[in-house]
């Protein structure tokens, strides 16, 4: 049986604006005259966030904050009402509310760990099964270690596991580091409550004493 896809924009579904043909949203083709000509574009300094499918808030939460030890972006009743987001590492989690997870196979995201056997360990206190093939979507290249592997061209090491709803979540850990253009080694920001976009001053305590919760 053929299945509507729902469309959401920050957690909140949406009418699809492109044609759709076997549950797929086709977009219309690059026109190369849109772009006026000296255009160009800012550089990128990072990736925001990544969004994620979810069935229960309550679950996510915990499950990211316990085992990936994420923290809650707090932004008032309204707006975390209308979205669960997540803090971790240097980047964010937000997360769109489905009635039925659907499975993508090999999409997933990766998160960099700073201690490889640590991780490992704390996985398996957590009961979070490892896989160094993502349970078969991937080859698992790299050793024989049915739990993890190793890339050939930074020694990366990796691992997936996935999140309650099944998303996949890859696990790396660079131990050669990070260099810029000139090849000096660079250190990752980090902070041990994990670092934060700055909010507008105030807006979070205001929020919580005049914003009403509604329904999302």
Not at 72 to 95: A, Y
Request: glycine share 10%; aromatic share 6%.
């Amino acid at each position: 049986m053929q299945r509507t896809p729902t469309f959401y924009t920050h957690g909140t579904p949406v009418a699809p604006k492109h044609q759709i043909t076997h549950n797929v949203a086709i977009l219309e083709p690059f026109q190369p005259g849109a772009i006026r000509e000296g255009c160009s574009m800012s550089k990128v300094s990072m990736i925001h966030h990544i969004n994620i499918q979810i069935t229960d808030r309550e679950r996510t939460r915990k499950w990211y904050e316990k085992v990936l030890g994420a923290e809650f972006l707090d932004r008032g009743p309204v707006l975390n009402n209308r979205q669960l987001q997540l803090r971790i590492g240097t980047g964010e989690i937000h997360t769109s509310d489905v009635s039925e997870f659907i499975e993508v196979p090999r999409i997933h995201f990766a998160i960099e760990v700073e201690d490889w056997e640590g991780t490992l360990g704390h996985m398996d206190a957590m009961g979070v099964e490892c896989s160094r093939s993502a349970g078969g979507a991937f080859a698992g290249i790299g050793g024989d270690d049915p739990k993890q592997g190793k890339r050939e061209d930074t020694n990366e090491h990796y691992t997936y596991i996935n999140d309650p709803d099944g998303n996949i979540i890859e696990l790396v850990y660079h131990p050669l580091g990070l260099e810029d253009s000139e090849g000096k080694r660079l250190d990752l920001t980090s902070d041990p409550q994990n670092v934060r976009w700055t909010q507008m001053p105030g807006f979070v305590e205001t929020a919580h004493k005049s914003e009403p919760v509604q329904s999302a």
